[in-house]
């Protein structure tokens, strides 16, 4: 019989009762955001389809775009996105991270609506940049808010949560363009920043910006909220903690350079070592899985159409990041990078050989074509345990409170222009050397990463913002 007074059961009781449910609330209401970011990522792939259609119905301009305009309206929210960063990352610190996530719910509505009603491809042009914009400068808010309201014992489930969101939206994303036609499925994809708005008067500012604009009442107030059944000293022992970080901050107020920024040695570790994630993230070869995904899937005989293999993949993606959210603090965020990467490497090795016995004409592989896919959803688990979400939360937690939305904007360009860059170049080297070289210098990329983030990167699990800037300055 269930007895409510049995010892294990007072315990289960008093663990639930500790669980930051609010904090969790405040997160996920963040979170939306992050979905609409990858909506919009999965919102071209069936639009550029429905745009070269000579289908009046499905194509709301009446003709097909050229593919020189499919180039131009793909890169223009990116480029975009990497010229504002660092404007918006100014901003950030001005009015804070729920401010700034408001105003770029609100400027994403309207453009999604002003894109459902388009008839005519210049305002793609003059909107699209504006998409991208919006979308990225609420991932860089999203990332400080979440990274802020945490403790330091869940800060890593928290971000990876967070990066959870990603997949779940590009997966709508893919459902919602296959299913629907432009102009609705545009007007749906407006639904998660409208619910944030509407959710967003429930949540708090983040306790560190309170306290760094030195509006103290309200900061204590903020983290009674986020803190829930907390008592008193508890929540006085947080705040303290905090405005104790933000004092030792002080000096990082003087840093108005990128001069000033060089010379803190904290600040240029940090930045040094979350950039160099971010590029052996994109060097895996997520984008070359991404881009040939369609081709690995036909060379395996399924006659499967592209947007059923966009949701397989996708997926195949979001299950992948539930053992992260699982293990992140518990293991740490290293050991999660590092097992990612070996993975990763590993799989590209054997696509590469794959396709290079393909090359050829082997029979080796003829009987056996249904092991790119393996290989190809095996790859995707590996990098949604590490790569595909510590980079973003490990940015986050490593940089101190001035420079933090700076630092995350920086890596975030560098990011995006590393991208652009493999993204151009795969096609050449794919044409020039065979598809099989592409696989392998990602393989070999992948395994020079492991060996140098092994040797450089701290572990950062269950350690405040002070402890982290202590041992980037020791």
């Known amino acids: ?167 779940i939206g590009i997966l709508i994303g893919y459902i919602l363009g296959s299913v629907y036609s432009l102009k609705n499925s545009s007007l749906i994809s407006t639904t998660p920043s409208i619910i944030f708005l509407v959710l967003s008067f429930l949540i708090p500012e983040s306790p560190y910006h309170l306290i760094f604009k030195q509006k103290n009442t309200e900061a204590y107030k903020a983290l009674e909220t986020l803190r829930g059944r907390k008592n008193v000293s508890e929540i006085e022992l947080e705040y303290n903690k905090i405005k104790l970080t933000i004092d030792n901050d002080m000096l990082l107020r003087k840093l108005t350079k990128i001069s000033d920024f060089v010379r803190c040695k904290s600040i240029r570790k940090a930045f040094l070592i979350s950039t160099q994630l971010f590029i052996v993230e994109q060097l895996s070869g997520i984008s070359l899985i991404l881009a040939y995904v369609t081709l690995i899937f036909t060379k395996a005989g399924t006659g499967l159409s592209g947007d059923v293999v966009g949701i397989l993949v996708g997926l195949t993606k979001l299950v992948s990041f539930f053992p992260a959210i699982y293990y992140i603090d518990k293991l740490g965020r290293k050991t999660l990078i590092l097992s990612s990467i070996f993975g990763c490497s590993a799989l590209m090795l054997l696509l590469g050989i794959f396709f290079y016995l393909d090359h050829i004409g082997s029979n080796l592989i003829d009987n056996i074509r249904w092991i790119s896919i393996l290989f190809t959803l095996s790859y995707i688990l590996s990098y949604g345990i590490g790569l595909g979400n510590v980079p973003l939360a490990f940015a986050g937690e490593i940089f101190p409170k001035d420079a933090r939305s700076a630092g995350v904007a920086t890596t975030l360009i560098i990011d995006t222009l590393v991208l652009s860059i493999i993204i151009f170049s795969f096609p050449l080297v794919s044409t020039t050397l065979g598809l099989h070289w592409c696989f392998w210098i990602c393989a070999a990329a992948s395994s020079i990463g492991f060996i140098s983030i092994y040797f450089t990167m701290p572990e950062t699990k269950g350690k405040s913002f002070l402890e982290i800037q202590n041992l980037l300055e020791s």
Request: hydrophobic share 50%; charged share 10%.
């Open 1 to 167: 019989m269930f007895n409510v007074h049995h010892p294990k059961t007072l315990i289960a009781v008093k663990n639930l009762n500790q669980v930051p449910w609010y904090t969790y609330f405040c997160s996920l209401t963040a979170d939306l955001l992050m979905i609409s970011t990858g909506m919009q990522i999965s919102w071209y792939s069936p639009t550029f389809t429905k745009l070269l259609s000579n289908d009046t119905i499905v194509n709301p301009f009446g003709e097909p775009i050229s593919m020189v305009q499919v180039s131009i309206l793909s890169i223009l929210p990116s480029l975009a996105a990497v010229i504002m960063y660092i404007p918006w990352a100014k901003v950030l610190n001005t009015i804070g991270a729920k401010t700034t996530m408001r105003i770029m719910a609100t400027i994403h509505i309207c453009n999604l609506l002003t894109i459902a009603l388009a008839r005519n491809i210049i305002v793609y042009y003059i909107f699209l940049p504006s998409i991208g914009i919006s979308a990225y400068g609420g991932v860089l808010a999203l990332t400080v808010y979440n990274t802020e309201i945490a403790q330091d014992s869940y800060r890593g489930t928290i971000n990876c949560i967070m990066s959870l969101h990603m997949p």
